[in-house]
């Protein structure tokens, strides 16, 4: 069963004291958020609720705005895809770091912005299932390595969250294929799928026990007609037209 949104199993005490009490809306704990952030970027996990409380304080106080801060929270929530966790923290930006839009000259862009719309153009490739495409993307721009330089083992959280998609859709899929997706290759990719992900690889194809998701289901659906809709069609019939 998924976890709450607004739960999280690593969340230490005095951070769930702050979200559950009025402290949470208190500039002053700003810094407490953003030194769970980094704790969260070190050590695997993602707090939304938390991270999403932050970015509030950051709305309401736009002069607290820590960008580093900000691009970490964006980078962790691209670990949790498909979650709507991105689109929400995007969402609680302030108008000052909207993304560039061509044609739209009000909010200049400066190197944040430049951030968040590399990090808003990932999201967009994970939600929209371009694997191979958020790989090449990723690597075409030393700027990606210094976004999520502070994220401990992005690359393989991604790959657990694209694994997991995969397991929903297919039984069999083509070794190239997963090799594309997940940007791993040999060896590395081979230990990847059966350690990591518990699935069987035959030479060039990859075997995916079946699941919840992915099992082939037969469905027969009925409808109910009552006699008495027939009998009304039947006297409209031979009703005179008018």
Known sequence: ???????????????EEILNGLNRYNPETT??????????CEEKF????????????????????????????????????????????????PPS????????????????????????????????????VFWSTLESDDLYADLYADVAGFEDLVRIRIAGEVGKTFRQIDLGVLSAWLDLRADPLVKFAQTACGWRVNGQQVDIPAN???????????????????????RRAYEAPA
């Open 31 to 40: 810094t407490t958020f953003q030194e769970y952030v980094t704790q969260q």
């Open 1 to 15: 069963m998924p976890q709450a949104f607004d739960k999280c199993k690593e969340r230490p005490a005095h951070i």
């Open 212 to 234: 919840a998701e992915n099992e082939a289901k037969s469905e027969v659906k009925g409808e109910r007609v009552a006699v008495d809709m027939f009998g009304r069609v039947f």
């Open 97 to 132: 770091t909207i993304p560039y839009q061509p044609g739209n000259t009000s909010v200049p862009t400066t190197d944040f912005t430049e951030s968040i719309q590399k990090l808003t153009r990932l999201n967009t490739l994970l939600e929209s299932a371009q694997y191979d």
């Open 46 to 93: 993602f707090d939304a609720y938390a991270c999403l409380a932050l970015l509030k304080l950051y709305q309401f106080n736009p002069q607290l705005l820590h960008p580093e801060t900000v691009t970490n929270i964006l980078v962790k929530a691209l670990t949790v895809f498909p979650s709507p966790a991105f689109s929400l923290c995007l969402a609680l930006l």
